[in-house]
């Protein structure tokens, strides 16, 4: 027990099993003790019921054997132990073998009203009595005692299961085994329902980041505690890939972090070391473009982890064709031509500056492959806008298509035109179509790389629809 403010208090079960047993165990000894209770009341009064029945019958049929001058002696009866006669002062006149041999048996007697009176008798010793008291019509009293009021007594040993406490005491031990018994029964069918739940439970303590293989065995069946098992190996799937992931990232990262800092260090390090071989300028103009690496590489780092983990910036209405047609203007001349083809003017909700960053990224990514040309298109196919941006260079196997939306991949031709790249832009792309409700694929084309970007296209509510 515990102690609270207010005084001590039964501790409350943790578990769910100790918490079932415990009150389907209460609720039983509740249920069944107001079901004992009321049996035993109505064993009782029907004994006692059909116990007075007999006694009524008996005093009555003696009563109407009497005749003026004649008392016969009562019939014997297996219903009634004692029968006596009483006049009005209380003195026995008659009664059968057994009634002649003890006091009268009451000295209750019927209400002016009344006939029938019934009645228990304790005497001071030997067992209590069950009495039916007859006073005799006046017209009886009149003609057989001269009009002084008789009554006639009937009396019978009270029954055991009146007399003593047994039936009670043999519905109590009742109620307590069976309310036990639904207890350890609940217990039981708890424990069995919920030794699922504990071997999942023991699973997910063990899943620790250091192993996230295991899986908590599933049950058969369809029912609630399959699902949860079911659902708990999905979310042990997700998290070690997640995990995985995450892992693999920082890995990435801290390689592509590890190449220009150590860069830079050999740099300072080697005009610290050799001060009159190093021309100055021309070391700070080295370190500055190490650092300047660094910085893109942090940059990029920061847009990608944004973008992956805050998803879509504040969004608003955008014309694509407009948008395209802003970053085209804002390209640098150079001898790649870029062709726009329009279908439409398909409209979409986003952020400005993350869907420029993704056009800037492609465009760059084209321009760094293209021979001649590149072609930009966009068109609306049901309720979706596509962007198409297309090149005519050597294209991506089909087995890299995939690869190159992963941070820090970079194929061989691409580190060949750019070895300054961090290989996160077309990852930061992705993410931000994804962020946006679409996607970022390649898909086959005759010649070159063909990158489609679907975004789901902003329809203006009616006016029927405002209403």
């Known amino acids: 027990m515990r102690l609270s403010g207010t005084g001590w208090r039964w501790p409350y079960p943790r578990s769910i099993r100790a918490r079932y047993t415990c009150w389907v165990g209460v609720l039983f000894l509740v249920i069944l003790s107001v079901v004992a209770a009321l049996a035993v009341l109505g064993i009782r009064n029907s004994i006692s019921k059909d116990v007075y029945e ?46 002649l041999r003890i006091p009268p048996l009451t000295t209750v007697r019927p209400p002016p009203d009344a006939r029938l009176k019934d009645a228990v008798a304790c005497p001071g010793e030997g ?105 708990s190996n999905l979310y042990l799937d997700r998290l070690e890939k997640a995990v995985s992931a995450q892992r693999r990232f920082a890995s990435l990262v801290s390689h592509e972090l590890r190449a220009p ?26 370190t500055l473009r190490t ?47 870029i062709r726009l083809h329009r279908s439409g003017r398909p409209t979409v909700m986003g952020s400005r500056v993350q869907l420029l960053r993704v056009l800037d990224n492609l465009l760059a990514n084209a321009r760094r492959h293209a021979r001649t040309c590149i072609d930009v298109s966009v068109a609306r196919s049901d309720r979706q806008a596509v962007l198409v941006v297309q090149d005519d ?13 992963e941070p820090f991949v970079r194929l061989e031709e691409g580190l060949r035109l750019d070895p300054g790249g961090s290989g996160l832009g077309l990852a930061v792309s992705r993410e931000t179509c994804v962020a946006h409700g679409g996607s970022l694929t390649v898909e086959d084309c005759p010649s070159g790389a063909r990158f489609v970007i679907r975004l789901p296209v902003y329809e203006q509510p009616s006016a029927a629809d405002a209403a």
């Open 261 to 286: 800092v150590s860069a830079l260090h050999v740099q300072l390090e080697e005009a610290l070391m050799y001060p009159d071989e190093v021309e100055p300028r021309s070391a700070l103009r080295l």
């Open 393 to 405: 260079g050597e294209g991506i196997p089909p087995e890299d298509r995939e690869r190159i939306f």
């Open 54 to 99: 007999d006694l009524r019958q008996d005093v009555v049929g003696w009563a109407n054997q009497m005749v003026p001058g004649q008392i016969p002696r009562p019939t014997p009866s297996v219903r009634s132990d004692y029968l006596q006669l009483i006049n009005a002062r209380g003195e026995l006149v008659a009664g059968n073998g057994s009634g």
């Open 127 to 231: 067992p209590c009595l069950m009495v039916a008291v007859l006073r005799l019509d006046g017209r009886v009293a009149q003609t057989l005692f001269g009009g002084e009021e008789h009554f006639v007594l009937g009396g019978r040993l009270m029954p055991p299961a009146l007399a003593t406490p047994y039936l009670e005491i043999g519905f109590g031990i009742a109620v307590l085994i069976a309310s036990a018994v639904a207890a350890w029964a609940t217990w039981m069918v708890v424990g069995r329902t919920l030794r699922p739940v504990q071997e999942i439970s023991a699973t997910m303590r063990e899943a620790t980041a250091n192993d996230l293989s295991l899986r908590v065995p599933a049950p058969p069946g369809d029912d609630e505690i399959a699902e949860f098992a079911r659902t």
């Open 291 to 337: 650092t300047e690496r660094l910085q893109a590489i942090i940059d990029d780092l920061l847009a990608y982890t944004r973008v992956k983990n805050s998803g879509m910036a504040a969004q608003q209405q955008l014309d694509l064709v407009e948008l395209v047609e802003e970053e085209l203007a804002a390209l640098p001349r150079s001898g790649i031509d």
